[in-house]
């Protein structure tokens, strides 16, 4: 069936770097793709979002590109600090539904 | 403008109970979705509701089953309850299409099961 995947479960990045989060999606047909952050007992969070007319998009600190041709996601956080301590997930939008990958755990190493 | 909330944030229940379970979406927002988030299976959809009609289903059993009001507000039901129910329960709202608009979520109600 149709999935979306987290290449790693675990991230760990040193405090002031970039980090780049990674996901593989198999249905062409999706359109719309979301990241979301969730931490320790709350619900996830929006992060950032991309439609498939897009390859790149940059929010704050955020960047989030899509490449098509390899259906293929990743979400790049600049300067990376304690609080973006966190479980990341990307999600793809087809037929009105979210399917959520796996998950990465970033964790911020001080 | 507040945030998606969910009531309540905790429950524990017995096995062969039922639970209800509320989520008031954002102002504004017509369209309710619902997800479970276990360890195992991560975040799975459920259902999705528009205009007090459920719009969009997933792999669930009967047991589980919802509705929603003419404000907006949506309720989940299960029904005898088992052991692998216990999970984090989420409700996201957006404004009218969960494919083209963002979903916003809500704190979660954490469901044990004994």
């Known amino acids: 069936g149709e999935s979306v995947g987290l290449h790693l479960p675990t991230l760990s990045v040193q405090e002031g770097d970039n980090s780049i989060i990674n996901c593989a999606y198999s249905?062409?047909?999706?359109?719309?793709f979301i990241w979301y952050k969730q931490e320790s007992g709350k619900g996830p969070q929006f992060i950032i979002d991309i439609r498939s007319n897009m390859d790149k998009r940059q929010g704050q600190r955020v960047t989030v590109l899509l490449n098509k041709t390899v259906k293929h996601l990743s979400l790049q956080i600049a300067a990376t600090q304690p609080g973006d301590s966190a479980v990341y997930f990307c999600a793809e939008t087809t037929n009105e539904k979210l399917t959520f990958g796996t998950g990465t755990r970033l964790t911020i190493i001080p | 403008k507040a945030g998606v909330t969910q009531t309540p944030r905790y429950l524990i229940k017995t096995r062969g109970q039922q639970v209800t379970l509320s989520c008031s979406p954002i102002s504004g927002h017509r369209s309710v979705s619902w997800y479970q988030q276990t360890p195992g299976q991560g975040l799975q959809f459920l259902f999705e509701y528009f205009s007090e009609t459920q719009r969009n289903k997933g792999n669930f059993p009967g047991r589980f089953s919802g509705r929603q009001f003419s404000n907006s507000r949506s309720e989940m039901n299960v029904s005898t309850l088992e052991l692998g129910d216990s999970a984090l329960y989420l409700c996201?709202?957006?404004?009218?299409?969960?494919?083209?608009?963002?979903?916003?979520f809500g704190p979660g109600t954490r469901l044990t099961v004994l």
């Open positions: 996201a709202s957006s404004l009218n299409h969960p494919g083209t608009d963002t979903q916003y």
């Open positions: 249905n062409s047909a999706s359109d719309y």
